[in-house]
């Protein structure tokens, strides 16, 4: 069984499958950006629950998403897909070689995954995914607004560690790819307010924006709404 579809794919490329309304799927997709790795990408359309069927779990059998093929390389989930692709992209690793740039990296990763990421899936759920596959679901507003005021919690410390600085660890790294899609996410669900208050968290974000891989920015490797609604999973060329 193949793990893509065949229309559209480039000889010799890494092949994702994901959900634009997926952290770690857009976590992937910014580093392709940045890295400059082409990517091309098919829809494990989530709102159908594809990620359960017996075809996906054959490559992912942990259900992890989202899952790459490289040749005979089958891969799955950001912990091991991140790191591959910071290798195989261009320029030097995103991995500090300071002993104390590594720890600042790692602490400020395990905070994202374990402070913001729980809260930002259900903004997605309760927000997007679930109206998606079911049109007469209506939003968990207290789900959302406990979500919120954690999420904002969170920040507080995230603006403080930005502060003087341009990156969570001085220089772009890891920490920085896994924050990214918090933050787009907040943004594109309607609560860029939680941004706007934190004037570091801000400045660190539009330096986000600002960065490109030669002519292209490679924050617009991310999905929009619309997209996300359309599920339209962008693919890194």
Not at 66 to 74: K, M
Not at 120 to 125: A, Q
């Amino acid at each position: 069984m193949g793990l893509f579809s065949r229309k559209k794919k480039s000889q010799g490329n890494i092949h994702m499958r994901g959900f634009p309304g997926h952290v770690d799927t857009c976590k992937c997709l910014y580093l392709a950006a940045e890295k400059g790795v082409p990517l091309d990408t098919d829809l494990l359309d989530l709102t159908g629950h594809e990620q359960e069927a017996d075809a996906f779990r054959a490559l992912s059998p942990f259900g992890k998403i989202p899952c790459i093929g490289d040749g005979d390389l089958v891969i799955s989930g950001a912990a091991a897909i991140l790191p591959y692709i910071d290798v195989k992209g261009a320029g030097q690793s995103l991995t500090p070689r300071k002993a104390a740039r590594l720890g600042e990296q790692n602490y400020w990763i395990e905070v994202g995954q374990q402070q913001v990421m729980p809260h930002v899936n259900t903004l997605l759920e309760e927000q997007l995914l679930k109206p998606m596959s079911d049109t007469t679901y209506t939003p968990d507003q207290e789900k959302i607004e406990a979500a919120v005021n954690e999420i904002d919690q969170a920040l507080v410390f995230a603006d403080k560690q930005l502060e003087g600085r341009d990156y969570f660890a001085g220089d772009f790294t890891f920490a920085d790819i896994h924050w990214v899609p918090y933050l787009h996410f907040c943004e594109i669900t309607g609560h860029a307010d939680l941004l706007e208050k934190r004037s570091h968290l801000k400045k660190w974000f539009d330096r986000i924006k600002s960065r490109k891989n030669g002519a292209r920015r490679t924050y617009d490797a991310l999905p929009s709404l619309d997209q996300i609604k359309g599920k339209e999973l962008k693919y890194v060329a």
